[in-house]
């Protein structure tokens, strides 16, 4: 008997880089869509017939032909944000209460979390991370450290497990002199608990191990972006979850000889919300026109988005971390009218030429830059690949030889149909 296959889309440069918009596109290939880390961090944006959606913790393949989609149990959940996020899909025709399943294993996201995530933050001073201020690395923190409260715990005895968690974060912040008042927030989250109950509540890597044995295939759906991978990002500026196609196993409950394509997905260009490292990052006006012909402002914070050229040197190890076995180029349309166009293709570490990415990332780095001729052109109304300039077909070639691994994809605009698969 076929057994179904498993295919993983994630981010290869520092998260936004179009990762909702193709799972959309990409879901009528699929019979299931899930999402294996991260949480209501991520921001993924699609738009399509006129309408344009926003979501962080339900999985991007809600919207096309009604398919299960399932949070596994490598997310982590926030219900009260869950419940607002679910309701205004809602509004707008969406019930997903039949066909959105989420693991009795993921890790709940307690109010008292988001106020250690802000207590910390405040506590690292000029050397914070910047983060989205959700409560993700307190959650994983207390996941790992195992003393996390699950979505399972909500069937029984809440009340007494929920106060007993509260009770030693309320320690911690006392220790941290942190002052803080969660009334009303804590009366929403315990509505989102009692929200979350109308929804299927499963034993995930059961279902998944039997949509596969039924022949079924899965589009798992990274957060972030391999740049923010806890191991392998550019450290301590990361998330606190493993975003590389691994995390799919982990976050899902599926052995690695289960997937097939690995699709990465990269920005033409680079950006990067948040503190930390990032070689290319241009402080002129070129980076100011990134930002304003790219829209670069966070789906969830609103922050600006720190801008720059493509790096060719992050992107080799991102691929090489997760086993990319194609690429898709987002945001194509957004150099459309550059003169010239630069891509890293190695660093300089305190003079020396290196072509890898290293430990320390942070010490001295410069990028070595080759100039590449703009196209001067609006691509976004092209339907095929036929249509584009001379000098995109070259931008793109240039990107296969030192990457390695064809772009099979090329996006040029934020709708689901300014997309071409190529030939
Ligand atoms: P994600 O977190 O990876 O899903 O990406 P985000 O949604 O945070 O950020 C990507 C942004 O770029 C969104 O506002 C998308 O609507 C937009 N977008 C996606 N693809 C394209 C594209 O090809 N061109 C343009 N101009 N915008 C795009
Ligand atoms: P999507 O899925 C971009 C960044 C934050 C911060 C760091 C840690 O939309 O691509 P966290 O709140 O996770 O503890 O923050 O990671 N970050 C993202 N940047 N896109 C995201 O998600 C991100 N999720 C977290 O800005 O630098
Ligand atoms: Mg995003």
Redesign the pocket.
């Known amino acids: 008997m076929k057994t179904g296959k498993v295919d993983v889309l994630l ?1 290869l440069q ?4 179009g ?2 918009k193709v799972v959309d596109v990409l879901t009528p290939k699929y019979d299931v869509v899930a999402r294996f880390q ?2 209501p ?5 699609l738009e399509f017939e006129g309408q344009k959606y926003v979501l ?1 913790s339900i999985p991007s393949g809600i919207f096309q032909g009604g398919k299960v989609n399932i949070i596994g149990n490598g997310v982590v959940l926030a219900p009260d944000l869950f419940m607002d996020e679910a309701k205004d899909l809602e509004k707008s025709g969406h019930d997903l209460k039949e066909r959105l399943h989420i693991s009795k294993k993921a890790h709940l996201i307690m109010p008292t979390h988001r106020i250690l ?1 802000a207590a910390y933050e405040a506590a690292k001073g000029k050397n914070k ?9 307190p959650t994983y923190t207390d996941k790992v450290s195992r003393n996390g409260l699950r979505v399972g715990d909500i069937l029984e005895n809440f009340e007494e497990k929920y106060a007993a968690h509260k009770a030693r974060h309320d320690k911690m912040l006392k220790a941290l002199n942190y002052d803080y008042d969660i009334t009303e927030v804590e009366k929403k989250w315990m509505e989102g608990i009692e929200y979350i109950k109308q929804f299927h509540i499963v034993d995930s890597e059961h279902e998944i191990n039997n949509i596969l044995r039924s022949g079924k295939d899965i589009l798992c759906e ?4 391999t740049m ?1 991978d806890v191991d392998f990002g550019s450290y301590p ?5 493993n975003t590389i196609c691994a995390g799919a196993c982990i976050g899902l409950g599926i052995g690695p000889n289960k997937i097939g394509e690995v699709y990465g997905i990269m920005k033409a260009y680079c ?6 490292p990032f070689p290319t990052e241009l402080f002129d006006e070129t980076g100011a026109k990134i930002r304003d012909l790219g829209h670069e402002y ?4 609103g ?1 600006e ?1 720190r801008c720059g050229w493509i790096d060719l040197v992050a992107l080799r190890y991102s691929i090489m971390v997760n086993g990319v076995t194609q690429l898709i180029m987002m945001k194509s349309d957004v150099l459309d009218g550059f003169d010239k166009i630069k891509a890293c293709v190695a660093y300089k570490q305190n003079g020396k030429k290196i072509d890898y990415f290293p430990y320390d990332i942070e010490e001295g780095i410069e990028p070595v830059y080759e100039e590449l001729s703009g196209w001067n052109a609006d691509m976004t109304k092209f339907t095929s690949e036929d249509q584009f300039p001379q000098a995109f077909k070259d931008y793109i070639n240039f990107l296969e030889v030192q990457l390695e691994t064809p772009i099979k994809i090329i996006s040029i605009g934020p709708d689901r149909d300014q997309t071409i698969v190529r030939k």
């Open positions: 981010g520092w998260g936004d880089e990762k909702g991260g949480g961090n991520a921001g993924h944006t962080r995530d991370v910047g983060t989205t201020g959700k409560g993700i690395g990274g957060a972030q972006g923010l500026f990361v998330t606190s979850s950006t990067r919300v948040g503190a930390g966070g789906a969830v914070t922050r988005r």
